[in-house]
């Protein structure tokens, strides 16, 4: 079967994204998925998204990670399948979509290449050792460092990711260091096992973490460069409980083309 796709990035986490509206894609097999996000045999990216049809939503987001399970929410995939909507005119400016973590809503830019998803709500922070472990639509672990840029994320993330606690489930491992107003992030996801160029659940968990640690309270905004780009997650805290949760950054269409399944 000969099957149209569209390769977008945001911040160098890229995907490779299907219009499944009409379902011509009933099942995709776990080998399936792994290979066409393949960088040598496939097309290449983090991550695999359909669009779909749901009723009461512009739309569905059905999410695989690279490795071809179905993975949890991705942030910076949700900011990219809100693109892709706008392209195929599903949605003008704003939209209300369904993911495997609940509903969001999300506000896009006139060209169409910055987006503003919201997160969801996020009350639960614990610690493991001195790091910070918190589900922001998938789990993550985030623990500050210094020389970052030289830090060998793919074995030290690797290590945290497969110990005793994480194994099972998996875990994605941030490293964050302060850098002028607000942070410098490093991140190993699980399902791609491998350090990428930008997470967004994953620099939404260090904004959300690093508030914590710090004992900031009130709406706060929290610039965030990653080795692809920048971002930026604003949000309210209140000192229980962490809402209006925003993941804000570029999502942009590399290329599109056809491949056979």
């Given amino acids: 079967m000969e099957i149209n796709f569209y390769k977008y990035q945001g911040a160098g986490n890229d995907f490779v994204l299907i219009d499944n509206r009409e379902n011509a894609i009933n099942s995709l097999d776990k080998e399936q998925v792994a290979l066409l996000c393949d960088r040598r045999f496939g097309i290449g990216g983090d991550g695999l998204m359909l669009l779909e049809n749901e009723q009461g939503y512009d739309f569905k987001m059905v999410y695989y990670n690279a490795d071809g399970a179905e993975g949890s929410m991705c942030g910076n995939g949700g900011r990219c399948i809100v693109a892709f909507a706008k392209r195929l005119g599903v949605i003008n400016d704003t939209t209300k979509f369904l993911a495997t973590d609940g509903v969001h809503h999300a506000k896009i830019s006139e060209n169409g290449e910055w987006v503003s998803l919201q997160m969801i709500d996020v009350e639960e922070i614990n610690k493991d050792g001195d790091a910070f472990v918190l589900n922001t639509g998938s789990p993550h672990y985030v623990k500050t460092a210094v020389d970052l840029a030289v830090k060998d994320v793919y074995n030290e993330g690797r290590a945290i990711r497969n110990n005793a606690t994480y194994k099972q489930q998996g875990i994605n491992v941030n490293f964050v260091e302060k850098e002028g107003e607000g ?26 973490a690093m508030a914590k640690k710090n004992g900031e309270f009130g709406t706060i905004s929290t610039p965030i460069r990653v080795l692809g780009g920048d971002l930026n997650i604003r949000f309210d805290h209140d000192g229980e409980k962490f809402s209006n949760i925003f993941l804000e950054g ?12």
């Fill in 250 to 261: 570029p999502a942009k269409l590399v290329f599109e083309g056809e491949i056979v399944l």
């Fill in 183 to 208: 942070y410098f992030v490093r991140t190993f996801e699980r399902g791609v096992e491998n350090e990428t160029y930008a997470c967004g659940t994953g620099v939404t968990a260090v904004a959300l």
